[in-house]
């Protein structure tokens, strides 16, 4: 059994959970997240709010389930280097430095699955499949 097959699996959903739960934790904290925005001077909390939630719950969920990986991750890489230095931009604070070195790292891991696609099980994986079983039995006829 080819164990490497699962890495791919198991990497979007170390990825894509924190994301997903990043997300779905902002939906029960509107006044904090968007208070937290204000503070770091970003312009129209609400409207990053809602691009921020849609991000990560959606852009996570996409992930976890491997459909549109590669685009997907893209976007939350962007996303990540973003928040980042919109963020964790006070680089002689240690703590904000860590958190911002964490931004960049699951960007460059983001940045392996834009690279080389969501693996064997993904959605993607699942629908190239189907899509090529469909052109080779249109070939057949």
Do not use: C, W
Request: proline share 3%; no cysteine.
């Amino acid at each position: 059994m080819d164990t490497t097959r699962y890495a791919s699996l198991v990497g979007r959903l170390m990825i894509g959970l924190p994301f997903a739960m990043s997300g779905f934790g902002k939906l029960a904290a509107y006044g904090a997240t968007t208070a937290y925005i204000a503070s770091a001077g970003l312009p129209v909390p609400p409207v990053a709010y809602a691009i921020a939630v849609l991000v990560e719950l959606g852009g996570g969920l996409l992930l976890i389930a491997g459909y549109q990986a590669r685009s997907v991750a893209l976007a939350l890489a962007i996303f990540s280097v973003a928040a980042g230095v919109s963020f964790h931009n006070n680089f002689a604070d240690q703590n904000q430095m860590i958190h911002f070195l964490k931004n960049v790292m699951m960007a460059g891991g983001l940045l392996q699955i834009y690279a080389f696609g969501a693996g064997a099980f993904s959605l993607d994986a699942r629908l190239l499949r189907g899509s090529v079983g469909a052109v080779q039995a249109a070939h057949a006829r």
